[in-house]
């Protein structure tokens, strides 16, 4: 699975953008999707997941109730809605997919580019 995101930018605080994750191969469905970030000098964090079959979502505290993971398989993509946002969501922003349902990037099998995302101020 080769993966390709985008979508990143410059937000004000409060602002929105979405994020997304597309997929090349025929295996996407069969794959947990995963959201990271990595700011500046500090580790690569687990931001939100989604089952395979999309029936199951998961989120960090820190953007739960104001990030949305979703994913239509049909078009081998995944997307990642932020609202409210904050300085401190300011990073880059990988997709990855795996077979099991994690958290860690350890456990990742293929993880996407990155993206940029700031939020100013």
């Known amino acids: 699975v080769q993966l390709q995101a985008s979508g990143g930018g410059l937000v004000q605080t409060g602002g929105s953008l979405r994020l997304s994750c597309a997929a090349s191969?025929?295996?996407?469905?069969?794959?947990?999707m995963v959201w990271f970030r990595q700011a500046p000098a500090k580790e690569r964090e687990f931001v939100a997941g989604?089952?395979?079959?999309?029936?199951?979502?998961y989120y960090a505290n820190s953007v739960k109730g104001r990030f949305t993971i979703s994913r239509d398989n049909a078009e081998n993509t995944m997307y990642l809605q932020m609202n409210s946002l904050k300085p401190e969501d300011t990073a880059v922003y990988y997709c990855?997919?795996?077979?099991?349902?994690?958290?860690?990037?350890?456990?990742?099998?293929?993880w996407g580019q990155g993206t940029q995302v700031t939020v100013s101020s």
């Open positions: 191969g025929h295996t996407f469905s069969s794959y947990n």
């Open positions: 989604i089952s395979w079959g999309g029936g199951g979502t």
């Open positions: 990855a997919a795996s077979r099991e349902m994690g958290v860690a990037p350890g456990v990742m099998d293929y």
